[in-house]
Nanobody, 118 residues
Framework: QVQLVESGGGLVQSGGSLRLSCTAS????????MAWYRQAPDKQRELVAA???????NYADSVKGRFTISRDNDKNTVYLQMNSLKPEDTAVYYC????????????WGQGTQVTVSS
């Protein structure tokens, strides 16, 4: 089994920054693909950023140029650096993991709240 624990959420003013962290256990972290999703009220959960086990990244258009996903395999941790935050970024952010490129993300963290005030 895989356990994912997020941290780093909080309240920030528009234009500010936060860094989210997700630490994994119960897996060989270096072979897993990782992602950050978010879900706002009355919206579907959406993919924000993803990073493969080889380090390839992709981003939602809405966060491109503002957010950066990275991983530290020595620490079993994936990060989401969020800059120039906007009120529309307010959501619960979830860390997710999968072992194979063809699979769905099947392990999820508990979520961490990010609130951006105007």
């Amino acid at each position: 089994q895989v356990q994912l624990v997020e941290s780093g959420g909080g309240l920030v003013q528009s234009g500010g920054s936060l860094r989210l962290s997700c630490t994994a256990s119960g897996c060989i972290f270096s072979i897993n693909d990782m992602a950050w999703y978010r879900q706002a009220p009355d919206k579907q959960r959406e993919l924000v950023a993803a990073i493969t086990h080889t380090g390839r990244t992709n981003y939602a258009d809405s966060v491109k140029g503002r957010f950066t996903i990275s991983r530290d395999n020595d620490k079993n941790t994936v990060y989401l650096q969020m800059n120039s935050l906007k009120p529309e970024d307010t959501a619960v952010y979830y860390c997710a993991s999968k072992k194979f490129f063809w699979s769905n993300y099947d392990s999820w963290g508990q979520g961490t709240q990010v609130t951006v005030s105007s």
